[in-house]
């Protein structure tokens, strides 16, 4: 079965960090750009990060910049998120995505995970 699989997210207080995983199955992930999506309540997905498919390539919205890390092995099929001094705002359910054209648009996406949730709360 042809699937990507977030794990990691979880609730977690101001300033603290989470670890997010992306894991494909049924296919490989080494020819794919994947980016991390989120969406808070009420609000549209946005865009997060996005890796080239060697890894060599990142990109990050501005507000995670410094804080955020994307990373990927290839070896294990899996995509990573670091997240530190996490805050509220970054509250939502992240999604990632697997694309053959890094910096593809939203609707490109060949593959999507079902999310996991993130909340950032005191």
């Known amino acids: 079965q042809v699937q990507l699989v977030e794990s990691g997210g979880g609730l977690v207080q101001p300033g603290g960090s989470l670890r997010l995983s992306c894991a494909a199955s049924?296919?490989?992930?080494?020819?794919?750009?994947v980016g991390w999506f989120r969406q808070a309540p009420g609000k549209e997905r946005e865009g997060v990060s996005c890796?080239?498919?060697?890894?060599?390539?990142?990109n990050y919205t501005d507000s995670v910049k410094g804080r955020f890390t994307i990373s990927r092995d290839n070896a294990k099929n899996t995509v990573y998120l670091q997240m530190n001094s996490l805050r509220p705002e970054d509250t939502g359910i992240y999604y990632c995505?697997?694309?053959?054209?890094?910096?593809?648009?939203?609707?490109?996406?060949?593959?999507w995970g079902q999310g996991t949730q993130v909340t950032v709360s005191s």
């Open positions: 995505g697997a694309s053959l054209l890094y910096g593809a648009p939203e609707y490109d996406y060949d593959y």
């Open positions: 049924g296919f490989t992930l080494d020819y794919y750009a």
């Open positions: 890796i080239s498919s060697s890894g060599s390539i990142t």
